[in-house]
Structure formats: structure tokens, C-alpha cells
């Protein structure tokens, strides 16, 4: 897949662990191919954010036992269950992806999807504000 990488992103990513590496380089694709308009920065002095129409997507953070995946949207469905954290969170939500854990690819690229619809739609607390969960 082509796209227009942040070489910022990539300075955050290339000391990472090689496990590391490959999780926020498949994710990274996977953020692109679910809408091509979806723009990367650096947010935070070091933190990969995935923007679309200057609204946050997703965000990458290191952790030392996992990859976690920042989801900057409280109401986007998630029927197949791949959010690991923040469930009760007013703001976003995430997911961990250990080493050695598969990426569940499709339902990455649909919550993304969902999350960017929302995102065009006037954001999720607009959707939020008039009736949507």
C-alpha cells in the first residue's frame, strides 16, 4: 500500500523492538487502507497520531510489554469484541496487542472505518450529543 508516511512517525517507530515494529507497521497500513484521506503527525513531542479532517483517529504508544492502540472514539461499534481497555472511558478506548498475538485485521479496518464515519459525521460527541452510543 502507498501513502504518505510522517517521517516522525517512522523516527518513533525504528528503535522500537522488532515485534513492536511490525505490529505499528501492519496497524499503520491497516489505518491508511481504511480511508486513504487519513493523514499521519506527531502529537504529544513523540506520540504517531492518524488524523482525518483534523479529527484524531488512532494513536500508537509503546508499551513495554505490548503495542497499544489508542481509539479516539467512545461509540464506534465493535462487534468483534477487539477493544482491551477502556471500556468505561468517556473519550476513547484501546487496544494492546502483545507479541506473538495476531492482528484481527477486518475488524481493525471496520472499527477505523467506524471511527472515521463518525469523525465525517461531526465527531462523536456531536453523534453522542444526539442519541447515538
Known amino acids: 500500500m502507498t ?3 510522517d517521517p516522525r512517525v517512522d523516527a518513533y ?3 522500537l523492538p522488532g515485534w513492536q515494529r511490525e505490529i505499528f507497521a501492519r496497524v499503520r497500513d491497516l489505518v491508511h487502507e481504511a ?4 493523514q499521519e503527525t506527531i502529537k504529544r513531542s ?3 497520531y492518524f488524523t482525518v479532517d483534523g479529527r484524531n483517529v488512532c494513536a500508537f504508544l509503546a508499551a ?3 503495542a497499544s492502540i489508542f481509539l479516539y472514539d467512545p461509540i464506534a461499534p465493535d462487534p ?3 477493544v482491551t481497555g477502556g471500556h ?3 473519550t476513547g478506548r484501546m487496544i494492546a496487542i502483545h507479541q506473538g498475538e495476531p492482528i484481527k485485521e ?3 479496518v471496520s472499527l477505523f472505518q467506524a471511527i472515521i464515519a463518525n469523525n465525517r459525521a461531526g465527531g462523536w460527541r456531536k453523534l453522542k450529543a444526539n442519541g447515538a452510543r
Open 3 to 5: 501513502y504518505e508516511k
Open 46 to 48: 513523540v506520540q504517531p
Open 106 to 108: 477486518k475488524a481493525l
Open 88 to 90: 468505561d472511558n468517556q
Open 80 to 82: 468483534e469484541r477487539i
Open 13 to 15: 517507530l525504528d528503535p
Open 64 to 66: 513495554k510489554d505490548h
Open 35 to 38: 480511508d486513504p484521506q487519513v
